[in-house]
């Protein structure tokens, strides 16, 4: 008890103390490039292979936390198995690197205007470079991190959340510099520094030999469940490539703008989101495997409700505080009062869609307890995607509260199609009650 305690206790504190970082290290790159055509051009850069490479590094953890979960009671096949999804993964990355290539010249010729002053930054190749590069490698972080919770390791792997940021911050207060690949060439420093640190604390648990393939694609095979899993998680991503689309369309500072206010609502959120995820997931999941319809409809009603009024709480506070937190967290140096002003409008205005996201979260998590819902997850996460970029189509013209005012009301009409949908599809525990899903 006391030790599950203590983990949930470290897990959080190193997801907190994750975000309080990553604060650290975006308050000085608002001090030293302020939200210009700088800071647009680098959130530009991300926005594609980030996307990309948080659908695959979802995809990875599906497959590789339950089949070495299952292999770990015979530590030499644990081990064959760990090496052999790491070759492949390797592969997945090196190709995922290479996309910077074609995307050189695709990505800012599908996504920006072309009176976009992003095409006018030199160091836009560069930056392209370097975050399909960062890309890469955070996939290869991915399967690490999933092995080590694994193997029932979630502290370590929670600590890894701290490198990045850190290592980012001293390669922005050591290259004095003022070019913004510094920026780039800072995170994927530390993203290289969580891989290699991955590694070494498990560098004896993968084996490279080829050894016995007895359990052919059964270990790497991707049903269809695993894509409808990651076609429904795409709502959590895809708000970057939309806003790489719209912002840049509404005029200088916006796509920064968006991406500073974005960075305050992921830490703000956490504090709300680690807990529950961490506790009332696997509740949920031992009474959907008993087919107790009833107690998983009461117990997800107090989930939804506890994780609603934490979340509209804090989003009320930054809704009515946004100014001082602006201030507080990025005016200075380069970051001026009219940044400032348009970040805490993009902020003010993200809040509610912040709390009703979290709402979404424990929905999305809740319904993958479900046999047979994956489809039904699937419609609700591409369907926030394709809403989202008609909405902020829509709201473009009235700059960057316009996209926010998109985003939240996106969030909240499928926070409450995603509850009746959830409460729908909990009568069919009734008829699969006894069966387990690997999907928890």
Same mark, same amino acid.
């Given at each position: 008890m006391w030790l599950r305690v203590f983990r949930l206790l470290m897990v959080t504190g190193c997801g907190v103390g994750g975000s309080l970082v990553n604060f650290a290290a975006q308050a000085i790159i608002a001090s030293r490039f302020g939200a210009g055509q700088n800071v647009d051009t680098y959130v530009f850069s991300l926005g594609l292979p980030t996307f990309l490479a948080g659908l695959l590094a979802t995809c990875v953890s599906y497959i590789a936390v339950p089949e070495i979960t299952r292999a770990t009671a015979d530590p030499e096949h644990e081990r064959r198995l760990s090496g052999r999804l790491l070759r492949g993964i390797l592969v997945l990355a090196a190709t995922l690197g290479l996309g910077a290539l074609p995307a050189?010249?695709?990505?800012?010729?599908?996504?920006?205007?072309t009176g976009s002053t992003i095409r006018d930054q030199p160091q836009l190749p560069l930056l392209i470079i370097l975050a399909w590069t960062t890309g890469g490698v955070q996939l290869v972080n991915a399967l690490l991190i999933a092995r080590l919770n694994a193997v029932g390791r979630q502290i370590t792997a929670a600590m890894l959340s701290l490198p990045p940021g850190i290592v980012?911050?001293?390669?922005?207060?050591?290259?004095?510099?003022?070019?913004?690949? *510094?920026?780039?060439?800072?995170?994927?420093?530390?993203?290289?520094?969580?891989?290699?640190? +991955?590694?070494?604390?498990?560098?004896?648990?993968?084996?490279?030999?080829? +050894?016995?393939?007895t359990s052919g694609a059964a270990i790497v095979a991707i049903r269809s469940s695993v894509w409808l899993s990651v076609v429904a998680l795409t709502c959590f991503s895809s708000y970057a490539v939309i806003d790489s689309f719209?912002?840049?369309?509404?005029?200088?500072?916006?796509?920064a703008a968006l991406g500073y206010a974005q960075r305050i609502l992921i830490g703000?959120?956490?504090?709300?989101?680690?807990?529950?995820?961490?506790?009332?997931?696997?509740?949920?999941?031992?009474? =959907?495997?008993?087919?107790?319809?009833?107690?998983?409809?009461?117990?997800?009603?107090?989930?939804?409700?506890? *994780?609603?009024?934490? =979340? +509209?709480?804090?989003?009320?506070?930054?809704?009515?505080?946004?100014?001082?937190?602006?201030? %507080?967290?990025?005016?200075?140096?380069?970051?001026?009062?009219?940044?400032?002003?348009?970040?805490?409008?993009?902020?003010?205005?993200?809040?509610?869609?912040? =709390?009703?996201m979290? *709402?979404?979260?424990?929905?999305?998590?809740?319904?993958?307890?479900?046999p047979d819902s994956f489809r039904h997850?699937?419609?609700?996460?591409?369907?926030?995607?394709?809403?989202?970029?008609? %909405?902020?189509?829509?709201? =473009?013209?009235?700059?960057?509260?316009?996209?926010?005012d998109a985003y939240?009301?996106?969030?909240?009409?499928?926070?409450?199609?995603?509850?009746?949908? %959830?409460?729908q599809r909990a009568g069919a525990l009734q008829s699969a009650g006894g069966v387990e899903t690997s999907s928890c």
């Open positions: 050189l010249l695709l990505q800012p010729a599908l996504l920006l205007p980012s911050i001293l390669v922005l207060l050591t290259i004095p510099l003022h070019a913004i690949w *510094v920026v780039a060439a800072g995170v994927l420093t530390g993203t290289l520094a969580v891989t290699l640190v +991955g590694w070494w604390v498990q560098r004896d648990r993968f084996c490279w030999r080829s +050894g016995s393939q719209w912002a840049p369309r509404t005029g200088q500072g916006a796509l703000a959120g956490n504090l709300v989101i680690l807990g529950p995820s961490a506790i009332a997931v696997p509740i949920l999941a031992r009474i =959907a495997v008993n087919g107790d319809v009833v107690r998983f409809r009461q117990t997800l009603a107090l989930i939804v409700l506890s *994780v609603g009024g934490a =979340a +509209g709480l804090i989003a009320l506070g930054i809704f009515g505080f946004s100014d001082e937190i602006v201030f %507080l967290l990025f005016q200075r140096g380069a970051f001026d009062a009219a940044a400032a002003q348009q970040v805490a409008s993009a902020l003010a205005h993200l809040a509610p869609g912040m =709390a009703a979290l *709402v979404g979260v424990m929905l999305m998590r809740a319904i993958f307890c479900i997850a699937a419609i609700i996460g591409l369907g926030w995607s394709v809403l989202y970029f008609a %909405l902020s189509g829509v709201f =473009a013209k009235r700059g960057v509260t316009g996209i926010a939240s009301l996106a969030w909240i009409t499928m926070a409450v199609v995603g509850s009746v949908i %959830l409460w």
